[in-house]
């Protein structure tokens, strides 16, 4: 069965720094990867998706890498502003499936 | 990409009463699901809506408790019966579209509480 985990589960930083978010995977035959931010209350917005022949896919400031082989994606959000502030979720679409699976969330505070 | 409307946003219920929500898709999709978010948690996948038959619920979810129609492939409702407050939570009506290889979208949710 498929586990995903995200790491740290919340972070605070001042605006204007680099970040990395992490997201891992125990199970590599993956059909694709998807980043999404959600607003408190709110549904999900997409951010980027991986497809699992990829390696990398950029958005403005964001940038997912996928290292399939070591189950890890990376979400890098450079030059972090206070409206970055939000949850940001991993979903993982097993090969052969509709259905992925999400991990927890890693929230994110980005203060002035 | 396509657009999702959830009505209602947020509701506030009275034990032991239903409700439902709607959730309406600007173009046809081949897929929708639902999912519910506890308070804190990430989404559990409740079932999958199938336009003309019965939905694919998972494990632990039951039609009796969260009966679901897809009467089109633009429109499904999700109701939520006989509730009480542990059904205290955001729904989410997701779409997936055309190839497979497309992204999957969400609707802003139905945060419903229970008194």
């Known amino acids: 069965k498929q586990e995903v985990t995200q790491i740290p589960a919340a972070l605070s930083v001042p605006e204007g720094e680099n970040l990395v978010l992490n997201c891992s995977f125990t199970?590599?035959?993956?059909?694709?990867l998807q980043w999404f931010r959600q607003d408190p209350g709110k549904g999900l917005t997409s951010l980027l998706l991986?497809?699992?022949?990829?390696r990398e896919q950029t958005s403005g400031r964001l940038n997912a890498s996928l290292d399939k082989s070591s189950g890890r994606s990376t979400l890098y959000i450079a030059a972090s502003q206070p409206g970055d502030s939000a949850t940001y979720l991993c979903a993982v679409r097993p090969r052969g499936s509709y259905i992925p699976t999400f991990g927890r969330g890693t929230s994110l505070i980005v203060h002035p | 990409s396509a657009v999702i409307s959830q009505k209602p946003s947020r509701d506030i219920c009275q034990r032991g009463t239903s409700l439902t929500i709607q959730c309406q898709v600007d173009?046809?999709?081949?897929?929708m699901f639902w999912y519910r978010q506890q308070p804190g948690q990430s989404l559990t996948l409740i079932a999958t809506a199938n336009q003309g038959s019965e939905a694919t619920y998972e494990s632990g979810f039951v039609i009796d408790k969260f009966p679901i129609s897809r009467p089109n492939l633009t429109f499904s409702t999700l109701t939520v019966s006989n509730m009480s407050p542990e059904d205290s939570s955001i729904y989410l009506c997701?779409?997936?579209?055309?190839?497979?290889?497309?992204?999957?979208?969400f609707g802003d949710g139905t945060r419903l509480s229970i008194l």
């Open positions: 173009s046809q999709v081949t897929m």
């Open positions: 991986i497809q699992s022949s990829q």
């Open positions: 997701s779409v997936q579209e055309g190839q497979s290889n497309q992204p999957q979208h």
């Open positions: 199970d590599s035959a993956i059909y694709n």
